[in-house]
């Protein structure tokens, strides 16, 4: 039988791992009889764990939520993924970044040497701040590999799923091989920044489509990343332009709505009020169709101020929308 204190640190786990457990259950995994569990479950319940005992023709018990926040226990999995994701949220979560940076100096005083290496070595550029959740689906795995590797300075190489393929294992692809540079998250995603050795030029990767493989390769010397600035690069090339962070086409327009109606959805354009009900947006987008489309998205009246560009591509939108509500020019299709 395992000494009180270990036994009581695995009833602990169990406990935390499903909702209820049969009291014969637990006793078996734990190799102990039915009245030793009795007296394990009372010392937690004195330690501040809300341990109830469940109802039913096999009886059992639960770890339920309690007035007090009792120490908690956790695996090293469990560890580092709670650490990726606390100096993620203070790096990049608007509004929680002081109780983020708390929670992680608490936290990782508290972990074994191990466990510290593992998570010391795990950086990230937060480029902006946002009100989304960092995504989770790349997986904290990949994140620890991907930033190590940027940490290293070590060539990295991986298989990287296109969008439409929902599955990264099953990619068929040669692998890719990159000089990582930066680990990034933006607007709540997770990207890495890379020099592709096959393609000669940077690259940006969603984390959320790569599959590392190992070893990594040799070691490699930085290079110079455009503009020098990871966040105005990766504004950038989310724009369609090269090196610049503005928008390839900028255009304003005279919207007859409140300056207070029209800002919450300019993102980063500007809003300029000229009356109570009439106010002009300067707005961005990657082709003059569709800022064209943005300015129309306000369901409000619109006039287009400038530059030339855009006013041809509102006469080209109402075009294409005037053909649209006519309905189709070819046999009617009923329907089923």
């Known amino acids: 039988m395992q000494k009180t204190s270990a036994r009581l640190l695995s009833l602990l786990s169990l406990l935390q791992a499903r909702r209820d457990w049969p009291g014969a259950v637990l006793a078996e995994r734990l190799e102990i009889s039915p009245r030793t569990l009795r007296r394990d479950v009372d010392r937690l319940r004195e330690l501040g764990y809300p341990v109830v005992a469940v109802k039913g023709p096999d009886g059992g018990y639960r770890l339920d939520a309690g007035a007090q926040l009792p120490p908690l226990l956790f695996d090293d999995e469990q560890a580092v993924a709670l650490v990726v994701a606390l100096r993620s949220a203070a790096l990049a979560v608007a509004g929680v970044e002081e109780g983020a940076a708390r929670a992680l100096t608490t936290l990782r005083q508290v972990m074994p040497a191990r466990l510290r290496h593992?998570?010391?070595?795990?950086?990230?550029?937060?480029?902006?701040?946002?009100?989304?959740?960092?995504?989770?689906?790349?997986?904290?795995?990949?994140?620890?590999?991907?930033?190590?590797a940027v940490r290293a300075r070590e060539v990295l190489r991986f298989d990287h799923a296109p969008p439409w393929q929902r599955d990264p294992g099953d990619t068929v692809a040669a692998p890719r091989r990159v000089e990582p540079h930066h680990l990034v998250i933006r607007g709540g995603r997770w990207y890495l920044v890379a020099w592709d050795l096959d393609r000669d030029d940077w690259r940006i990767f969603r984390a959320d489509r790569i599959t590392p493989r190992t070893p990594t390769g040799p070691r490699f010397t930085p290079r110079r990343l455009p503009g020098d600035d990871v966040g105005a690069f990766l504004t950038a090339r989310f724009r369609g332009a090269e090196n610049?962070?503005?928008?390839?086409?900028?255009?304003?327009?005279?919207?007859?709505?409140p300056a207070s109606a029209a800002a919450p959805h300019v993102g980063d354009g500007t809003v300029e009020e000229l009356g109570p009900d009439?106010?002009?947006?300067?707005?961005?987008?990657?082709?003059?169709?569709?800022l064209a489309a943005a300015f129309t998205a306000f369901d409000a009246d619109v006039e287009a101020v400038g530059p030339p560009a855009l006013r041809e591509a509102f006469a080209r939108l109402a075009e294409r929308c005037a053909r649209a509500a006519a309905g189709p020019v070819g046999p009617r299709d009923e329907g089923p």
């Open 118 to 148: 593992r998570i010391d070595a795990f950086h990230v550029t937060a480029v902006e701040r946002s009100a989304a959740k960092p995504d989770a689906r790349a997986g904290t795995g990949v994140l620890l590999a991907l930033s190590g």
């Open 244 to 257: 610049a962070a503005d928008w390839p086409c900028l255009g304003k327009a005279v919207l007859r709505l």
């Open 278 to 290: 009439r106010c002009r947006v300067t707005l961005g987008s990657w082709s003059w169709p569709a």
